[in-house]
């Protein structure tokens, strides 16, 4: 249990940190222990839930093409909304509109991930990874991003809200189907 074993950070998804306050932990509150949310949306409920629960909570984001963690977000005490947050160190990210140029603050938009996390492609799919991993305008000569599929605007704050999915690609167990 994570109460009697000493603990400190506990990373799972939203629907696995759903089954583990179900349960139970060994020791309630988890006062001492630092939850990470991640693989999933988490919901504004779920995350009231949780932080209440534990001495922090993070919000991370990032599909596995980019070594799953890309962004991160720490939830207050009491938290009105969820963020993915701010990139982490040696990543990149963008909201952009179909041409690949940056929105406005504020206006939706397709979240792309540079940096030392982002995968080389999909093996075996050629045409999959040119429509996903495409040259860098922003960054030096030679290097990409990742196109997720997901919809992010840009906050005053310089943080992301994550707003969906913009295309219909599926994935099993993190690699893209169809």
């Known amino acids: 249990m994570i109460g009697t074993e000493g603990v400190t950070h506990v990373q799972a998804t939203p629907s696995g940190w ?36 534990t001495a922090r909570l993070f919000n991370v984001y990032g599909p596995t093409e980019t070594t799953i963690w890309s962004t991160c977000a720490e939830i207050p005490a009491a938290p009105e909304q969820v963020r993915i947050g701010r990139p982490i160190a040696d990543t990149q990210v963008y909201v952009v509109d179909e041409h690949l140029r940056p929105t406005p603050l504020g206006i939706p938009g397709e979240l792309l991930i540079g940096g030392d996390g982002v995968a080389r492609g999909y093996l075996g799919r050629p045409e999959l990874t040119a429509e996903r991993f495409v040259p860098n305008p922003f960054g030096p000569p030679g290097t990409r991003l990742y196109r997720t599929g997901d919809q992010a605007a840009r906050t005053p704050d310089g943080d992301l809200d994550f707003l969906g999915r913009i295309d219909d690609q599926v994935k099993i167990r993190g690699h893209p189907c169809g």
């Open 18 to 53: 759903r089954v583990v306050l179900t349960a139970g932990t060994g020791v309630e509150p988890l006062t001492t222990v630092t939850a990470l949310a991640g693989g999933e949306a988490l919901p504004l409920p779920l995350a009231r839930a949780l932080r209440a629960r």
